[in-house]
């Protein structure tokens, strides 16, 4: 209770800051309660609700020029401080982070400008990240410690001789921090874990697991939860379904997948199209409150590494019960959606049913079918559905299309690896026809399930994607204006104006990396409960209903839209889901970012191992980034992205012009731009740093410089003679006296 009087109290009635004794007389607090009171007053403090600045005084962060925030440390140790709302984050310059790590919720105090931006000083942290600090050990007769791999810990972790687990030098471990009280010295930490050496089988991706901290094994009671839940699936639990049983219904999947989440059917009506789009019902398995469904929400979702996933439901359900095998029974639960002949979405209902997939398709075998090609006789017994399947799924992307949805075709890496997680193969998957009329179904079922919610005024989580950001798409129009394209800005930009412009520039040769540009330009999708729509599919309405044994939100929204038909969303459990819907858009938009990010980091690791048993070898790319120091290339159908610096280009010397996002030779003028194509060779690579340098390999025929000749004082080129002819010595003079 002191607590919330005492903010209360500074929000409304404190019209400056108070020492301790002085607030608790302005509250009128007894002296038999000063102790406790005291106990919350350093609590706030502790916290950062409440400032204690010279003479003890107290007051809010916000009216003593502090903010609190969590902040994020670049590669060049750079910290940045969130601020709510559309504000710019604050700038932290190195020497003002103190002891501050990446992901650490600090307090700072703001300094004024730097470098043309708010800045601040942090004054202390509130509370450090929980961490795995994942790198290599070094050990020396004075002292041992740990490089981290991730670049945003810019400090080494000094380890005590008591605290190495046995680590040995050059081991990868994980280390977590256990002090750091001053800037002056590194901070202290301890192994509590040896992952092996690089280059051992496994070792990368069980480096990345834990510097994410992703989960691993179940718990035993989340196995023996999943028992109880698989067991479940009985003919009585299909006994009040509707029976689809005898529908063509089939899968469309990688080759390898092992979990089938969704199926779909297709029918010609009178009016037009019947869309089945039929998803496993995890929800009927996954009840509230038991230890399984406390682990799905923590883990949030799948993680797809190379080569291996983390699942977020245990195997026996997210690759048995739940999966929608072919020729089994199993719970689904379906849209069923009704499209004009022109592909208008004119209806939809939703129902618990009973399906049977008749087939278990691959992405290729539907598109050998689509190109003509041999096919299996699994795939020629439905040609006549997928025929229409085609025939729908091509009138809905050009609708959508037409209303402006944004279709970003960026390239995906592809890794093929041998059993020992070895590299074989490197490349990029191509997106077929095949995968495109998957996502279309998909994405009208999503789409019909967030206007029914919608429509009958409930609380929903949905899938939302804000405007992008005005001044970021300033930076990205000035950028590909360097490129020689136009983009005009505005406050009403709609999505139309991106899908133009993206049409436009299609075939450029820089077509990829313009779109990858844009995509950075704009803000990440989240799920949150207030709807403000899907900018860039054009949407007004959107969820994720489609994939929940690898999404919790799907999942969520599985038992929303049930209470919705089954009339038990009433007034108590609106009250009692609205907090629920906001803890799980928080905490999956998180979850998800935090996948993203490993998966990224995993990829890169698998194709700086693959370029290291290449060096030497020359490959086509485009510049993706220029800096003071070089500039990087992206290599064409690998998607590995090297460095090509400025120190080892030998022709010339060069000048890094900012506003052009380009070197330049001073003397032949041979320039390096964003989004040049060029011809490198792979230099180095640097396996635990995971960097790959380059150097510049085109055919100087193209461009060849002229040849230089030194000039003498007078402008005259110099003989040879005049060359090497030596200077006279000077007599050094005797300055002894």
């Known amino acids: 209770m002191h607590k919330e009087k005492i ?107 730097h470098f043309g931006r708010e800045a601040g000083s942090v004054i202390r942290v509130i509370e450090r990240a929980k961490r795995n600090i994942v790198g290599v050990f070094h050990t020396s007769r004075s002292f041992a410690h740990v490089v981290p791999d991730n670049p945003r810990f810019h400090r080494d972790i000094y380890i005590p001789a008591t605290e190495t687990n046995g680590a040995k030098d050059g081991e990868k471990v994980v280390a977590v921090l256990v002090a750091w009280e001053s800037q002056w010295l590194n901070p202290e930490g301890k192994i509590t874990e040896r992952l092996g050496f690089p280059g051992q089988p496994g070792v990368d991706m069980r480096a990345v697991i834990k510097s994410f901290d992703l989960p691993e094994e179940f718990p035993a009671e989340v196995l023996d939860s999943a028992e109880l839940a698989a067991a479940r699936l009985t003919p009585e639990s299909m006994a009040d379904r509707l029976d689809l049983t005898k529908e063509c219904i089939y899968t469309i999947d990688p080759s390898d997948a092992k979990d089938h989440d969704d199926a779909v059917s297709v029918e010609k009506t009178a009016n037009g199209y019947k869309l089945g789009v039929h998803i496993a019902d995890v929800s009927y398995f996954v009840e509230p409150g038991t230890a399984l469904d406390d682990e799905a929400f923590k883990r949030g979702n799948s993680v797809y590494l190379p080569g291996m996933v983390i699942p977020m439901l245990p195997e026996n359900l997210s690759n048995d019960v739940c999966s929608l095998k072919p020729s089994r029974k199993r719970l689904a639960h379906s849209a069923l959606l009704e499209f004009d002949k022109k592909g208008k979405m004119t209806g939809w209902t939703f129902a618990d049913t009973v399906i049977k997939s008749v087939a278990k398709l691959a992405y290729e075998e539907v598109q050998d079918f689509f190109d003509g090609n041999a096919v299996p006789t699994k795939v020629e017994r439905i040609a006549d559905n997928l025929r229409l399947a085609r025939e729908l799924a091509q009138l809905l992307t050009r609708r959508r299309m037409s209303e402006g949805s944004l279709d970003f075709d960026l390239p995906e890496a592809k890794i093929i690896l041998n059993q020992k997680g070895e590299v074989l193969e490197l490349g990029h998957k191509i997106r077929l026809e095949s995968h495109r009329l998957v996502e279309e179904f998909m994405l009208a079922a999503n789409r019909a399930v967030a206007l029914e919610v919608f429509r009958q005024g409930r609380p929903f989580i949905y899938r939302v994607h804000d405007k992008p950001d005005l001044e970021k798409l300033e930076a990205f129009s000035y950028m590909v204006k360097r490129l020689g394209y136009h983009f005009p800005v505005s406050k009403n930009m709609r999505p139309g104006d991106f899908s133009h412009f993206l049409e436009e520039i299609k075939d450029a040769p820089e077509a990829d990396f313009i779109n990858e540009l844009m995509l950075r330009s704009m803000k990440k999708a989240v799920y949150q409960r207030e709807n403000i729509g899907h900018f860039g599919l054009a949407f007004t309405h959107y969820t994720h209903f489609t994939s929940p044994i690898r999404r919790y939100p799907d999942l969520l929204v599985h038992r929303l839209l049930r209470k919705l038909r089954e009339k038990k969303f009433n007034a108590a459990f609106t009250k009692r889901v609205t907090n629920v819907i906001d803890h799980v858009g928080e905490h999956c938009s998180e979850t998800e970012r935090q996948a993203e990010a490993a998966e990224r980091q995993a990829v890169k690791i698998k194709q700086v191992a693959f370029m290291a048993n290449h060096l030497g070898e020359e490959y086509t790319g485009v510049i993706s980034g220029v800096t003071t120091y070089g500039f990087f290339v992206r290599l064409d159908n690998l998607g590995v992205e090297g460095l090509v610096k400025m120190s080892s280009m030998e022709d010339d010397y060069y000048r890094y012009e900012e506003n052009n996002y380009r070197m330049v030779g001073t003397r032949h003028g041979r320039t390096f731009r964003l989004g040049d194509a060029v011809k490198v060779g792979v230099m180095s690579v640097d396996t635990i740093a995971g960097q790959v340098d380059l150097f510049i390999s085109e055919e100087r025929e193209k461009r060849k410089p002229k040849p230089f000749k030194p000039v003498g004082k007078k402008g005259k080129a110099l003989t040879t003679v005049e060359k090497k002819k030596p200077r006279p010595k000077k007599k050094k003079k005797n300055r002894r006296k």
């Not at 607030?23 to 502790?46: P, Q, T, W």
């Not at 750079?78 to 992901?103: H, S, W, Y």
């Open 7 to 113: 903010l209360e109290f500074f929000r409304i009635d404190a019209d400056r800051p108070l020492r301790t004794k002085d607030l608790a007389k302005a509250l009128g607090i007894e002296e038999s309660g000063y102790s406790a009171f005291r106990k919350d007053v350093k609590a706030l403090i502790e916290s950062g609700e409440l400032v204690k600045i010279k003479g003890g005084r107290l007051g809010l962060a916000k009216d003593l020029n502090v903010l609190i925030g969590t902040i994020s440390i670049n590669r060049k140790g750079m910290g940045f401080v969130a601020r709510e709302g559309d504000l710019e984050d604050i700038l932290i310059p190195q020497n003002d982070l103190k002891t501050a790590m990446d992901g650490d919720r600090v307090m700072v105090r703001l300094t004024g400008m």
